[in-house]
C-alpha cells in the first residue's frame, strides 16, 4: 500500500509529472495528425514529390538508381557522355537499358526505398476506382509517405523543444513547440512527399552540436580530440543535408565562419576537419554523377540558368540541345536581384507562415545576456543572408508551379531556430509587464500560441479538402493509361513524372517541339535516334496555356499548335506522326489526350499498324 502511494505521489506532485505532460503531449500531437489528415491530406502535387517516390520505388525493386521520368537535359548529357566515352553501344542516352537519374541527390529517395522494402506498399488502383473515380480518391503509398513525414515533423518538434529548453528555459521550450506543431505550411510539407522535413530534422541536429561546441568551449570542458570529432560530425551532417538538395552544401560557410569567430585557436583544426568531413561525404555521389555525364551535380547544376529570359520556366530542362553557351554573366545578376528582392518582401516578414518571425526581427535589436544565445543568433544570421542569396539563384519554374511548398523553399530550414528566438523575445517581452496576478501570464501565452496557429485553425474549418489533386493529377486515368502500354515502351507527356509514378511507364518530357520554326524537330529525334515513342499523354498543363501569348507565341507554341490542329481545326495531326488512336471515353472532355501507335484499349489481339 505505501509503494502504491509512492507511485500516485510520484506521478502527481514528483518526477512523474513530467512524463505525464510527455505522454499527454504526443497523444494530442497523434490526435492533430489525425484530423489533419482526416479533413486536409492531398494527393501528391508537386514534380518533385512524384519524381522522388517513383525513383524510390525503382531503388526498393532492385533496378537501382535509375528513372522513368526522364528530361530532354538528362538525355544530353548521358549521351554526349556516351559518345566521348566511344561506347560501342546503339543506346548512348540509356534509354532501353535504364537512364541513370541525375536531378535527384540519394538521401531521401533511399530512405523512401528502405520505407518501401518495409512496409505493404500497394501501387495498383482497383478496377473500380479507375471506372468510377472519386473526388475522395486516396492513393496509398502516398498515405504511408505521408505518415512518415509527420513522424519526422513530430521529432523537428522534439528537437526544437530540447533544443528551446537549452537555449532557454521550459516556459520558452513549451512556447516554440505549441507554435511549431500549429504551424499550417509545416502540415502542408508533411502531406506534400518532399524530403523538406528530414532536412530539418538533419539541420537541427547541426545546431545541436554547433550549441554543444560552444558551451564546451566556453567553459573549457573537452580536450582537442572531443572538438576536432565534433567538428567532423559538423561537417558530416552538412553534407548529408546536401545529400537532400544540393545547395545546401553552401551552409558550410556560416559553419566555418562559427568555428573561425568563437573557438581561437582551435579553428585552425576545425576549419580544415569540418570541410574534410564535408568532402568525404559528398564525394562518392559526385564521383557517381560525374561517370554518367561529366558533371558533379548532374541536371541540378543548370538550375541556376533556369527561370531566366534566356530559359524561362521549365525550357532548359526539356532542351535536347540547350546551347547554355548563349549564358551570361548578367543573367546571373539579374536573376539574383530580382529573386533577392522578392524574397525580402514576400518571404522573409511571413517565413515560416507564421508572425512569430516578427519577434525574432524585432528582437535582433535586443542584445542576449547569454553568451551562447548570442553566437548561435550571429550564426542563424549568416545562414539566413547565404540561403537568401542561394535560393534567389537556385529558383527555377518548381517555385512557381507550387509557391511556398517546393524544395526550392530554402529559408524554411531555418524556421524552427527563427521559432525559438521569437518565443524567447516573447518571454522577454512578457517578464517586463508587470501583470496584476500571475494567471494573467498564462492566459496571454495562450493567446499568443492560439493567434500564432491561427492559420491552420481556419484551415482545419469547414469546408474540407478534397484529396484529389486534380486538375490536373488523376491517378486512376494515368494508371489505366500506363496499363494500355508495355512495361518497356517509352511515353512522351508534359507531365512524366506522373506517369512514371503512377502509371510506372518510363515516360520523357514533351521537347519543345514538334517541328520549328527552323525545321528541327525534337519528337522524332528522339523517337527516331533514342528510342521509339509509342504514347503521346498531353493534359490541361498544355491544354490550358493562354491562346495567344503561350500556344501561339510562347516557347510551347509547336504543341499548342499541335493540340489546335489535333482538337479544334480540321488540318488534323502532323504528316508523318506515327501517334495516331485515342481511346474514347471522358478523357480529352476532361483535358486528358492520350495517343498511341495502335488502340491499346482494344487487346492486344487486334493489334493494327
Not at 583544426?269 to 548532374?298: D, H, I, K
Request: aromatic share 14%.
Amino acid at each position: 500500500m505505501i509503494r502504491l502511494q509512492e507511485w500516485i505521489h510520484k506521478f502527481e506532485v514528483g518526477e512523474g509529472t513530467r512524463t505525464v505532460r510527455f505522454v499527454l503531449a504526443i497523444l494530442a500531437l497523434l490526435a492533430l495528425a489525425a484530423v489533419y489528415d482526416l479533413r486536409e491530406y492531398r494527393n501528391f502535387s508537386t514534380a518533385e514529390a512524384m519524381d522522388a517516390a517513383q525513383l524510390a520505388r525503382n531503388i526498393a525493386e532492385g533496378q537501382g538508381y535509375t528513372t522513368l521520368f526522364v528530361r530532354p537535359l538528362s538525355l544530353s548529357l548521358v549521351e554526349q557522355h556516351q559518345i566521348r566515352r566511344h561506347q560501342r553501344t546503339n543506346d548512348f542516352a540509356l534509354l532501353k537499358s535504364g537512364h541513370p537519374d541525375l536531378a535527384n541527390p540519394p538521401l531521401y529517395p533511399v530512405i523512401l526505398a528502405a520505407l518501401m522494402r518495409a512496409l505493404p506498399f500497394d501501387y495498383q488502383i482497383t478496377e473500380q476506382n479507375i471506372t468510377h473515380g472519386s473526388v475522395l480518391f486516396r492513393y496509398q503509398p502516398e498515405m504511408l509517405i505521408c505518415f512518415f513525414n509527420q513522424a519526422l515533423f513530430l521529432a523537428v518538434i522534439f528537437q526544437v523543444f530540447l533544443l528551446a529548453r537549452r537555449l532557454f528555459d521550459a516556459s520558452v521550450a513549451w512556447i516554440s513547440a505549441l507554435v511549431l506543431a500549429g504551424s499550417d505550411l509545416f502540415w502542408r510539407f508533411s502531406v506534400s512527399g518532399l524530403s523538406t522535413l528530414l532536412t530539418v530534422v538533419i539541420f537541427l541536429g547541426l545546431i545541436w552540436c554547433l550549441v554543444s561546441m560552444e558551451r564546451a568551449g566556453r567553459e573549457s570542458q573537452r580536450g582537442g580530440a572531443w572538438f576536432a570529432a565534433m567538428a567532423w560530425l559538423a561537417g558530416a551532417l552538412v553534407g548529408l543535408v546536401a545529400l537532400t538538395r544540393y545547395s545546401f552544401a553552401w551552409l558550410i560557410l556560416p559553419v566555418l565562419a562559427f568555428f573561425a569567430m568563437h573557438f581561437g585557436k582551435r579553428r585552425i583544426v576545425l576549419c580544415p576537419v569540418a570541410l574534410l568531413a564535408l568532402v568525404v561525404v559528398l564525394a562518392p555521389w559526385l564521383a557517381r554523377n560525374y561517370y554518367w555525364s561529366e558533371t558533379f551535380f548532374g541536371t541540378c547544376g543548370y538550375a541556376v540558368m533556369q527561370d531566366t529570359p534566356t530559359f524561362p520556366a521549365d525550357q532548359l530542362e526539356r532542351s535536347l540541345k540547350p546551347g547554355v553557351v548563349d549564358f551570361t554573366l548578367g543573367d546571373y545578376g539579374r536573376k539574383l536581384v530580382v529573386n533577392v528582392s522578392g524574397i525580402i518582401q514576400n518571404e522573409l516578414p511571413k517565413l515560416g507562415g507564421s508572425w512569430v518571425t516578427s519577434f525574432f526581427l524585432v528582437g535582433l535589436l535586443v542584445p542576449f545576456v547569454s553568451t551562447a544565445l548570442g553566437r548561435l543568433r550571429i550564426f542563424l544570421l549568416l545562414s539566413l543572408a547565404v540561403l537568401t542569396v542561394v535560393q534567389a539563384l537556385g529558383r527555377t519554374h518548381l517555385s512557381a508551379d507550387s509557391p511556398e511548398i517546393n524544395s526550392e523553399n530554402q529559408l524554411i530550414l531555418l524556421t524552427p531556430l527563427i521559432f525559438i528566438y521569437g518565443a524567447g523575445m516573447y518571454s522577454l517581452l512578457l517578464d517586463q509587464l508587470n501583470l496584476p496576478f500571475p494567471q494573467l501570464r498564462h492566459l496571454a501565452t495562450g493567446a499568443f500560441v492560439g493567434v500564432a496557429c491561427a492559420p491552420l485553425i481556419f484551415t482545419l474549418l469547414p469546408p474540407q479538402e478534397y484529396p484529389l489533386a486534380y486538375p490536373p493529377y488523376y491517378p486512376p486515368w494515368i494508371q489505366q493509361f500506363g496499363r494500355w502500354m508495355d512495361e518497356k515502351e517509352l511515353v512522351m507527356s508534359d507531365m512524366p513524372w506522373a506517369m512514371a509514378w503512377y502509371g510506372k511507364r518510363q515516360s520523357v518530357w514533351t521537347t519543345l517541339n514538334v517541328q520549328d520554326r527552323k525545321g528541327r524537330n525534337d519528337f522524332f529525334a528522339v523517337n527516331d535516334l533514342q528510342k521509339p515513342i509509342h504514347g503521346l499523354y498531353l493534359t490541361t498543363l498544355t491544354m490550358d496555356a493562354r491562346f495567344y501569348s503561350q500556344m501561339l507565341r510562347g516557347q510551347d507554341w509547336a504543341w499548342g499548335k499541335f493540340v489546335m490542329d489535333s482538337l479544334v481545326t480540321t488540318n488534323g495531326l502532323p504528316v508523318g506522326f506515327p501517334l495516331k488512336y485515342s481511346p474514347t471515353g471522358p478523357f480529352v472532355s476532361n483535358g486528358h489526350l492520350f495517343l498511341t501507335d495502335w488502340p491499346r484499349w482494344k487487346g492486344h489481339s487486334e493489334r493494327t499498324r
